[in-house]
């Protein structure tokens, strides 16, 4: 019974109890009745609320954490579970894992953390449920808008916790109910069977949720107004259904082995859903001059940017010092940890300032690397010799080395000789701004997007030349693919230099390769990587399996000489990697619940 009740436990949140019909009566969330749940919409939303904080964020613990999972980043601690991935033990997802102590806590109950992914979306569909199946009914004391609000949360979240679950672990039954004694559900084998009732759910959320809960027409954001920004919205259920349909139309999830083997008519209604999102007047894309807006701010506030769509709601406590400290500036901040971005990442998706590939471009110069570059490598990338603080003034005496990045060998920010130095030559800097550092103590708030509108133009790029070629739009939608990606660009040259050349033009494979360099740069450590190179089916090829870094010397004049890269690692990746394996116990449950191949 002990494994029976793990996966009840997971999928309605059963957990100790003496039967199932008496737990019903009430959520073992609260000591309220049904009936005082849903009596009104105080009550209801505040049950609500507690689905906000089942959505995990990326970006804050270790092993949650994903954002270098693919070949865009090399970490350093090996006890975390990107060195797991790279080695493909995948099994480690389970183990979990206590960063102060590095080491496995094996006194949990239920696999990873209680935030984690697994566990946390199965709760939170029960919820989904529980609101779906009494909210309408209970909810005698409440107006009609009060009603929309929470059956359109419950809605987007039940087919937000299916996405989450299916995206690391493959198709999964859909649960549209409170399980009571029917939880015997057969895994479905196609991924599009459970996509298409998730696309449903996304339509009910944006039929009933508002633009903007901060809209004075909208009651139900009455009491929180001007505090309303990670509250579901339309354009954030739009946004989601494209992206589900999306996934639904790749390569991976169409089980095919062509890395271009879309589905077109999924492609289509990706692409027309993406499109509505855009239209909203409520989205434009931050100008390039504040573009920093979208990632963090140094007023301790959170910046209710024009770009957001959906994202981690809260604050998120040590995510800054992670990000910036742990994770780019560990060369000169506080922690031993540092984890670099690869060469190979950068050189093949960070192209030109003429809109050309690196490989492409007669601008690249492989004796001055860094030159000539696409805006975006500067602003998100730190090289040699770029300055590191703010206040010159404020580093002396021996901590003057700090003043400016030295990452040529023997360098003062370059590991072996400096222990939490850079790995690769390079060190990001997009999640932080340069003062912030322990010389300028900046103070810094930072978050991470789910959904933000330059996603949303990239997804819509990759579904519109899928679906409707290079030029082809959506009826009544005044964005191609091509116009898609060259909006983006503009926002980082203006003059229009960069956009995309003929070159990439010939067919849409070909321009599907370009869009696909786009994001990996426009998104870059924003962790979709991982998921892309698996859902586009280009895992097991050896271009994602590398990791390299570049060691080099400095001339008389500060420039790089001597260049060699080297492969720091080979990630392990094989069919089964694709999709990572189930709890063992939840597999012996019942013969309609099958283990991932290869696992």
């Known amino acids: 019974m002990k494994n029976l009740y793990k996966l009840i436990g997971l999928l309605c949140l059963v957990g100790v109890m003496n039967s199932c019909e008496d737990y019903l009566d009430k959520t073992i969330e609260t000591d309220l009745t049904i009936d005082e749940v849903f009596k009104n919409f105080d009550n209801a939303q505040g049950f609500v609320e507690e689905m906000y904080a089942m959505i995990v964020d990326y970006s804050v613990p270790f092993w949650s954490a994903y954002s270098y999972y693919g070949e865009d980043a090399i970490g350093v601690e090996s006890w975390i579970f990107d060195y797991s991935s790279d080695q493909g033990t995948y099994w480690d997802w389970q183990n979990d894992f206590n960063y102060f102590s590095g080491k496995a806590d094996t006194s949990a109950d239920t696999p990873m953390d209680k935030s984690a992914v697994w566990p946390s979306s199965w709760a939170g569909i029960r919820k989904s449920n529980v609101v779906i199946a009494n909210a309408d009914s209970l909810m005698v004391d409440a107006t009609q808008q009060e009603k929309d609000a929470i059956l359109g949360q419950a809605y987007f979240f039940r087919a937000f916790f299916h996405h989450e679950i299916m995206k690391f672990w493959g198709p999964m039954p859909y649960i549209d109910r409170v399980l009571q004694d029917d939880w015997r559900i057969p895994r479905p084998t196609e991924w599009a069977e459970t996509a298409l009732k998730i696309d449903k759910d996304f339509d009910k959320a944006a039929e009933l949720l508002p633009v903007d809960w901060d809209d004075a027409n909208w009651a139900p954001g009455a009491k929180t107004r001007g505090q309303n920004m990670f509250r579901l919205t339309k354009g954030a259920a739009l946004a989601m259904k494209a992206k589900n349909l999306l996934f639904a139309a790749s390569p ?25 999102v855009i239209e909203i007047p409520r989205y434009q894309l931050v100008p390039w001059d504040n573009y920093e807006s979208v990632f963090y ?21 040590w995510f800054g010092g992670y990000l910036g400290d742990a994770w780019q500036l560990g060369a000169i901040g506080k922690s031993n940890a540092l984890n670099s971005p690869t060469h190979n990442y950068i050189h093949n998706y960070f192209g030109m300032k003429d809109g050309l590939a690196c490989d492409d471009s007669p601008l690249y110069n492989p004796d001055d690397p860094w030159s000539n570059r696409d805006p975006r490598f500067y602003k998100w990338i730190v090289v040699d010799g770029d300055q590191l603080v703010d206040n010159l003034g404020a580093v002396t005496g021996a901590d003057t080395v700090n003043r400016y990045a030295e990452f040529y060998d023997g360098g003062a920010h370059r590991y072996p000789g400096k222990t939490n130095g850079t790995r690769t030559g390079y060190v990001a800097k997009k999640w932080y701004p340069r003062s912030y550092n322990k010389y300028d103590n900046q103070s810094l708030f930072a978050w991470r997007n789910h959904v933000r509108l330059t996603d949303v133009y990239l997804m819509y790029a990759e579904a519109a030349v899928m679906g409707y070629g290079i030029h082809g739009k959506p009826d009544g939608f005044n964005l191609s693919a091509l ?15 960069m956009e995309v050349d003929d070159m990439y033009l010939t067919s849409p494979n070909v321009f599907m390769d370009e869009i696909r360099r786009e994001r990996a740069m426009e998104m870059s450590w924003e962790n979709h990587r991982w998921m892309d190179i698996r859902r586009w089916k280009v895992g097991t090829d050896m271009k994602y399996k590398l990791k390299t870094g570049i060691r080099f010397d400095r001339n008389a004049d500060g420039k790089p000489i001597n260049m060699v890269e080297e492969v720091l690692r080979t990630r392990v990746f094989e069919e089964k990697h694709y999709w990572l394996p189930l709890p063992k116990n939840d597999t012996q449950l019942y013969e309609g619940f099958p283990q991932n191949p290869g696992w």
């Open 297 to 317: 701010s140094t007023d301790g506030k959170y910046s209710y940017h024009s770009e957001y769509i959906f994202g981690q709601s809260g604050f998120v406590g």
């Open 252 to 276: 991976l999830m169409q089980n095919s082995n062509d890395t271009y083997g879309y589905d077109k008519e999924l492609c289509k209604q990706a692409a027309d859903a993406f499109a509505k």
């Open 483 to 497: 116009d898609a990606i060259n909006v983006l660009r503009n926002r980082a040259m203006p003059d229009g230099s």
